[in-house]
């Protein structure tokens, strides 16, 4: 079974400074590795999500974030935070083996200040 | 444009009257899923249809159910809600399941309080 660890639960950050967001997983098979974005009030939505090849993979609003797999980690960053990406954010990994089921951690809240 | 929508977005019950949660969709997408995340959790998933296949985590308590009648239409029935069933409950689709690229679509939410 995999886990994914997300070991803030908030994050406050000024407007305009650059921002990381930690993930660790553990899993014994290989797995595919995603961020989603949940806005208050609103459902989940893909930032970006890492299958294969390079490990430095690019998402919407400007996010990017990097796979290690010696480190077990996916973290996600950003170089200038804007107000508007005040949000929850969550880690989610998929087994490659087959299926489609996703495990999330539990969240870390960005609160971006001016 | 094409999206996954959730009728209630709130929704208020009384302890042990049964409710039911409402999903549907316009991508036209094989599978169907229903999450529960309750206050500063992780979504976790309950169960979900591949077409017309239920497929139920082996977590997922018996007053959980869900009917999909068709592609488009996938339901939620909490048979006799607790105060421990209040959360937000999400539903999402996805084309297929298992092909590498696979991405899941969520709806906003729907917000349950058991009073």
């Known amino acids: 079974a995999q886990s994914v660890t997300q070991l803030d639960s908030q994050v406050p950050v000024f407007e305009e400074a650059p921002v990381e967001l930690r993930c660790n997983y553990s899993?014994?098979?290989?797995?595919?590795l995603f961020w989603y974005v949940q806005y208050p009030n609103q459902g989940l939505q893909l930032l970006l999500k890492?299958?294969?090849?390079?490990?430095l993979v690019k998402g919407i609003n400007g996010f990017e974030a990097e796979f290690n797999k010696s480190q077990t980690s996916f973290h996600l960053r950003k170089p200038s935070v804007h107000i508007s990406d005040t949000a929850e954010y969550f880690c989610?990994?998929?087994?490659?083996?087959?299926?489609?089921?996703?495990?999330f951690g539990t969240g870390t809240q960005l609160k971006v200040e001016l | 444009d094409a999206m996954v929508i959730q009728n209630p977005r709130y929704q208020v019950t009384q302890f042990g009257k049964p409710v039911t949660l409402s999903c549907s969709q316009t991508?036209?997408?094989?599978?169907m899923y229903w999450y529960q995340q309750k206050s500063s959790q992780a979504p976790k998933l309950l169960f979900h249809?591949?077409?017309?296949?239920?497929?139920n985590e082996a977590d997922t308590p018996d007053n959980f159910q869900s009917r999909r009648p068709n592609t488009s239409f996938c339901f939620l029935d909490i048979r006799s809600p607790g105060l421990g069933d209040a959360a937000m409950y999400l539903c999402?689709?996805?084309?297929?399941?298992?092909?590498?690229?696979?991405?899941?679509?969520f709806g906003p939410g729907t917000r349950l309080l058991v009073l």
């Open positions: 999402a689709t996805s084309r297929d399941v298992g092909s590498p690229g696979e991405t899941q679509y």
């Open positions: 899993s014994s098979v290989s797995v595919y």
């Open positions: 890492y299958l294969s090849g390079s490990t």
């Open positions: 989610a990994v998929r087994e490659t083996g087959g299926g489609n089921k996703l495990t």
């Open positions: 991508l036209n997408h094989n599978v």
């Open positions: 249809y591949y077409d017309k296949d239920f497929n």
